[in-house]
């Protein structure tokens, strides 16, 4: 997994020195990415399923449907 120690390992910069404009976007990339997962799997366990956002999120992940093992088995019955 990336993680932020193994982004930087590929350069030998001394301990202490700030990170260079590359490493930073490196960085901040890893933080955006980590963020929007971590939201999106907070709003699945917040709002369940059959949330409207949620769906969308699914579809959106998967390219437009949702596949059926993202519903739960009670899904398809009626409240």
Known sequence: PLTPCTLFS???QEPGTPLSDQEYHQFFKFLRITIQART????RELYGCKNSLVQRLDEYENHGVIPPALFPSSHSQSS
């Not at 999106?40 to 709003?43: F, S």
């Open 40 to 43: 999106a799997c907070e709003l």
């Open 10 to 12: 590929t350069s030998a």
